[in-house]
């Protein structure tokens, strides 16, 4: 369990906090022993609950405001864009008043229809529906990064740093320094 919260970055403390208090719950069960803040055991509970009838609220129907979503046309190309996001792919988030924030495109959970977007560290940062992403897009709150702008940045960023390395420990044609 520890690992698998320290993977996603869970509060350290809290982890702490929560394995302790399952331990002492594991070691009292084990040994048959109630917790000072259990005053019964679950079945003996169970058995003193008395239902209460309660009278029907009257229902009222209001019309209530709902929020309009603006829709888009499936064939809008910024709808296509977002239907054809691999996972992975990078994003510029400029969110209002904040520096623009760098984010992949960690998931896209199907049952939901949210893409998921994490940090560098893998900490989500966003959570979007297909037209809130084409939406963000369309305004430029999100730009969509070219992968071969950033692989070519990190190859550049390499081989800077090759030949910053060389100019501090030259070696001669036998590799000796």
């Known amino acids: 369990m520890r690992r698998g919260l320290d993977s996603i970055s869970y509060n350290p403390f809290e982890v702490a906090e929560l394995l302790t208090g399952l331990e002492e719950i594991h070691l009292a069960r084990i040994r048959g022993e109630l917790l000072a803040h259990e005053e019964q055991p679950v079945e003996e509970a169970v058995a003193e609950v008395v239902p209460v009838p309660v009278a029907p609220k009257p229902v009222v129907t209001k019309p209530e405001p709902t929020a309009v979503q603006p829709e888009l046309a499936a064939d809008d190309p910024h709808m296509v864009m977002v239907h054809g996001l691999a996972q992975g792919a990078w994003f510029d988030l400029a969110e209002d008043g904040k520096e623009s924030l ?39 709150h999100m730009r969509a990064l070219d992968h071969s702008m950033l692989f070519d940045r990190a190859l550049e960023s390499v081989v800077t740093s090759l030949r910053q390395a060389k100019a501090k420990t030259p070696l001669d044609l036998d590799g000796n320094k």
């Open 102 to 140: 760098r984010c992949r495109l960690a998931a896209f959970i199907r049952p939901t229809g949210k893409y998921i977007f994490v940090n560098r560290n893998g900490i989500k940062v966003a959570e979007k529906t297909q037209v809130e992403l084409a939406l963000a897009i369309k305004a430029g």
